[in-house]
């Protein structure tokens, strides 16, 4: 069955940091290029990072570029979001997601961001 | 990046029939782009619905065949056709494209009440 845990969520400062995981199991995780989409409370899906099968090309949205940083150990089949400079409109929860021709085939159930003084 | 434009909310009785739009900004033809739906009840993730170009679509697993794609030329939109509304269709519908092979946008969903 494949499976992706989000982990790492929390309450934190504006101007700190986190970072997010999301363990995969079930598949072959290094055969496949997989996202972070976040969704603020209440509010729509927002793409914000992708890698590909090996973490030699990635891509962010504008609005976490320079801040965010996406990663992967294929070795320990999990994927990574390190998070700076959090602002309050990063409050969110962030979900990995698997891709697949082009969709996103799996989801994880997401982890909570809360950036709050 | 471009901008998605879904209604904020539809509303159908059961057995009825749900057409939901996504309209594509004016200076990108829908023509163009392969459109993806998913869908999204309270408290839980996303799930993939199915994907609609010109040339190919595809179902989800175990999405019933109620659930179709097509696109409005005139309208430069992608649509989201539910047949036979079921209470468990109530849900919330994200449309998505890719502008280019290197980021992914979202529209901003819409609301379906089933009445």
């Known amino acids: 069955e494949v499976q992706l845990v989000e982990s790492g969520g929390g309450l934190v400062q504006p101007g700190g940091s986190l970072r997010l995981s999301c363990a995969a199991s079930?598949?072959?995780?290094?055969?496949?290029?997989v996202h972070w989409v976040r969704q603020a409370p209440g509010k729509g899906l927002v793409w914000v990072s992708r890698?590909?099968?090996?973490?030699?090309?990635?891509s962010y949205a504008d609005s976490v570029k320079g801040r965010f940083a996406i990663s992967r150990d294929n070795a320990k089949n999990t994927l990574y979001l390190q998070m700076n400079s959090l602002r309050a409109e990063d409050t969110a929860v962030y979900y990995c997601?698997?891709?697949?021709?082009?969709?996103?085939?799996?989801w994880g159930q997401g982890t909570l961001v809360t950036v709050s003084s | 990046q471009p901008v998605l434009t879904q209604p904020p909310s539809s509303s159908a009785s059961p057995g009825e029939s749900a057409r939901l739009t996504c309209t594509l900004p004016?200076?990108?033809?829908?023509?163009?782009?392969?459109i993806y739906w998913y869908q999204q009840k309270p408290g839980s993730p996303p799930t993939f619905l199915l994907y609609?170009?010109?040339?190919?679509?595809?179902?989800g697993s175990g999405v019933p065949s109620r659930f179709s794609g097509s696109k409005d030329a005139s309208a430069n939109a992608g649509i989201l056709l539910i047949s036979g509304l079921q209470s468990e269709d109530e849900a919330d519908y994200y449309c998505?494209?890719?502008?280019?092979?290197?980021?992914?946008?979202f529209g901003g969903g819409t609301k379906l009440t089933v009445l």
């Open positions: 998505m494209i890719w502008p280019s092979n290197a980021y992914v946008v």
């Open positions: 079930g598949f072959t995780f290094s055969d496949y290029w």
């Open positions: 004016s200076d990108i033809n829908v023509g163009t782009y392969t």
């Open positions: 609609y170009s010109d040339s190919e679509k595809g179902q």
């Open positions: 890698i590909n099968i090996d973490g030699s090309i990635t």
């Open positions: 997601a698997r891709t697949y021709r082009g969709y996103y085939d799996y």
